[in-house]
């Protein structure tokens, strides 16, 4: 018994591996191994179903489990950058004015004598043909809506061919209202002008 009290003490006072240093198995002696059948009167502290004892009958325990803390978090570095893709280049910049080298237009007065619409070629291909059609889409009682007024057509002569098609003043005048010029390279619509006539 007054080793059973010496090992509570033990237990209390010191931490279980300065237990089991100082109070080794005697010989001969059986102790209790936690979660098994009762074989002895006393129960070794830091014993359990998997524990082993030596020759001499000292507790053997499992090497202890190692607990891995990082000295940092881990660094993130700059995502590298994402390429844009490149913008495809349009086939034709077409601008359209009252004037052959006018400056670009949107909107003209219903007196004008004439339209111009000048094209340019970045990406074609000699022979390629280009085709310009005139629509009134909006123009009231005049036409009905959606109506084709002329259409035109040339071919390309390089790849970054150039030219002009010209919209006469009707004899009557131009009807007010919405308009919209498509231009074609082949079957392609590669470009659409909208543009207004106005009362002057």
Request: glycine residues 8%.
């Given at each position: 018994?007054?080793?059973?009290f010496?090992?509570?003490a033990s ?6 591996a ?36 030596d ?24 995502q ?5 893709t490149?913008?495809e ?13 006018g ?6 007065p ?27 889409e ?18 390309a ?18 009807p ?8 074609y390279?082949g079957?392609?619509?590669?470009e ?9």
């Open positions: 018994m007054r080793g059973y010496a090992l509570i237990i209390v006072i010191g931490s279980s300065w237990a089991d240093a100082m109070m080794p198995l005697a010989k001969g002696a059986t102790w209790l191994y936690k979660g098994t059948q009762e074989f002895g009167e006393g129960v070794h502290p830091s014993a359990d179903a998997n524990s082993k004892f020759a001499d009958g000292k507790l053997r325990l499992p090497p202890p489990k190692a607990n891995l803390e990082l000295a940092e978090l881990p660094q993130i570095g700059e590298p950058a994402i390429a844009a490149p913008v280049k349009k086939m034709l910049t077409v601008v359209l004015a009252s004037e052959l080298t400056e670009t237009q949107t909107s003209f219903s007196d004008t004598p004439e339209l111009y619409l000048r094209w340019q070629g970045e990406t074609l291909n000699p022979g390629d043909k280009i085709r310009c059609v005139w629509i009134a909006d123009v009231g009682d005049a036409a009905p809506a959606n109506y084709q007024v002329n259409e035109a057509s040339t071919k002569s390089e790849t970054r061919g150039f030219g002009t098609f010209t919209l006469s003043r009707p004899v009557k005048g131009w007010t209202g919405q308009y919209r010029a498509e231009i390279v079957d392609r619509l590669a659409t002008i909208k543009f207004t006539i106005q009362k002057p």
